[in-house]
């Protein structure tokens, strides 16, 4: 995979209902599928899951050019080399 991307690609977007604490609102709001839904242009494919594909879907608005769902921040987070694990802080 080439880190200098040539294309600028496009992520599907869609409009999906907006839940609310697990209510539906009755509104529509804009959402965007995570970039490592194609890890081959993400900018972070170490990030997303191990069969490769993510399928998850963030509310964002109409101006957001790519988004990384929670799921795989997540990913990211806990393979990070500066990641400390709790029995390593000093009281």
Excluded at 67 to 79: A, E, G, K
């Amino acid at each position: 995979m080439s880190k200098n991307k040539s294309v600028e690609h496009k992520w599907k977007t869609k409009l999906k209902p907006i839940i609310n604490l697990g209510t539906d609102t009755g509104k529509m709001g804009h959402a965007m599928i995570c970039m490592n839904s194609n890890p081959e242009f993400s900018r972070y494919p170490d990030a997303a899951p191990d069969d490769g594909v993510c399928d998850q879907w963030v509310h964002t608005n109409t101006d957001t050019a790519s988004v990384l769902c929670s799921n795989c921040v997540q990913r990211l987070m806990q393979r990070s080399p500066n990641r400390v694990e709790p029995n390593e802080i000093d009281d």
